[in-house]
């Protein structure tokens, strides 16, 4: 395929100025809790989507996929806001809005970050372009201003109504390390992750399905919590117990209930993870992955058949722990398990789900990788 560079000069005539680049993630632990300003231990995975870009004096914005070289999106950068046309280049316009751009750009993407299979795809995409942008118009924005921004980017541009991990993972990730990062205020710590050394591995199970609830059901969750908080006048779950939730269930609804438990019980499960990967205590991690979903497909609901056999199949054959990542509903699943394990646990998620007819999934591995980086052009 040819460069990225040489595609760029092709389709805008010109040279690029910046590529940039930024990385999908996977979640080990502390879903659905982000937007409650909780604690998650996400790592960036090694697949990422770069982004070249430079400015031109036409005051328009092309954008451009190195996967659909056919279509080259134009819109006026004055026409930039909420409401505007736009696909997949709704993500990237949203990045130029919440960044406060105001000229002219050419933008050619390249993606690697499978889409649709909850690695968060839409992330290294806004992160990719954000940091390219920050460092061709020297905005000088930190990488918290910049994850407020590409989050903004999805919230308000795009209409999903994401939480902070996915951008903060694929702008901070570091090699060999897992990120524990508080979604308050975005500090974060380095939790070394080295599975390998103890002779295990991370096995990323695609499930290839896409359910129609991800959108509202993912909105309807959040609402949720948000209106446990407003009733007991607090600012989010992270300031809940499971004893005063319990004393005060009879103000919430039983669904209010079960929502809130699971984001009291996960933001413990996160604590509980890291002293246990701090010590190398990988059974104990293991169970607490099990435990998180069993969470996530019974109080929170939002797992779905092909997840949970992917789940159910990989500790079927031995896995320390297996569960959801992402918001759920379709995508991804992990699963901990021995190195020399790794045929067997694939063998049977793919006859569990032939057995059910579903499509058949798709494996990947992947260390803990950098986040997002940029670099002019000399
Ligand atoms: C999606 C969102 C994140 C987070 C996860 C669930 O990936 O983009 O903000 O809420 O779901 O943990």
């Keep these: 395929m040819p460069s990225l560079e040489n595609t760029y000069q092709e389709l805008f005539g010109h040279r690029a100025e910046v590529i940039a680049e930024a990385p999908g993630r996977v979640n080990l632990i502390g879903e659905h809790i982000d937007y409650s300003e909780g604690f998650v231990l996400p790592f960036a995975i ?3 989507t770069f982004a070249a870009i430079a400015r031109n004096k036409d005051g328009l ?3 451009a996929s190195q996967q659909r070289k056919n279509r080259i999106f134009t819109i006026d950068i004055k026409d930039v806001k909420p409401g505007s046309t736009g696909e997949w280049e709704k993500y990237v316009l949203g990045v130029i809005w919440t960044m406060g751009v105001t000229s002219g750009v050419d933008i050619l993407v390249d993606g690697h970050v499978p889409s649709g299979a909850g690695l968060s795809s839409s992330a290294a995409l806004e992160c ?3 940091v390219g942008l920050n460092l061709l118009f020297d905005l000088k924005k930190s990488l918290e201003e910049i994850a407020r921004a590409a989050q903004k980017a999805e919230n308000d541009y795009v209409g999903m109504p994401c939480g902070i991990m996915d951008q903060s993972v694929s702008l901070m990730g570091r090699e060999g390390s897992a990120l524990l990062l508080d979604c308050r205020d975005l500090s974060t710590e380095s939790v070394p992750f080295d599975v390998a050394s103890a002779g295990l591995e991370l096995l990323i199970i695609d499930t290839q399905a896409h359910h129609a609830l991800v959108d509202g059901g993912y909105a309807e969750r959040r609402a949720s919590c948000e209106s446990v908080a407003a009733k007991f006048s607090i600012p989010s779950m992270r300031h809940l117990t499971m004893d005063v939730l319990e004393s005060r269930k009879s103000e919430i609804t039983e669904t209010e209930f079960i929502r809130a438990r699971h984001a009291v ?3 413990q ?6 002293i246990a990967l701090r010590a190398s205590d990988f059974s104990t991690l293991g169970r607490l992955i099990n435990e998180s979903h069993f969470s996530l497909r019974d109080d929170y609901t939002v797992s779905c058949p092909e997840l949970d056999v992917a789940v159910d199949a990989s500790l079927a054959v031995g896995a320390l722990g297996s569960r959801m990542v992402g918001g759920g509903f379709g ?8 190195a020399d394990q790794i045929e ?9 789900y032939s057995a059910k ?5 798709r494996f990947f591995t992947s260390l803990p990788s950098a986040g997002a980086s940029a670099k002019l052009i000399s």
């Design 331 to 338: 995508g991804s699943a992990i699963a901990l398990i021995k």
């Design 344 to 352: 067997s646990v694939k063998d049977s998620i793919r006859s569990a």
């Design 61 to 63: 914005v092309r954008i």
């Design 128 to 130: 990719s372009v954000a």
């Design 46 to 48: 090694a697949d990422r």
């Design 357 to 361: 007819g579903f499509k058949a999934p």
């Design 269 to 274: 499960r996160v604590k509980d993870a890291v």
């Design 265 to 267: 019980t996960e933001i």
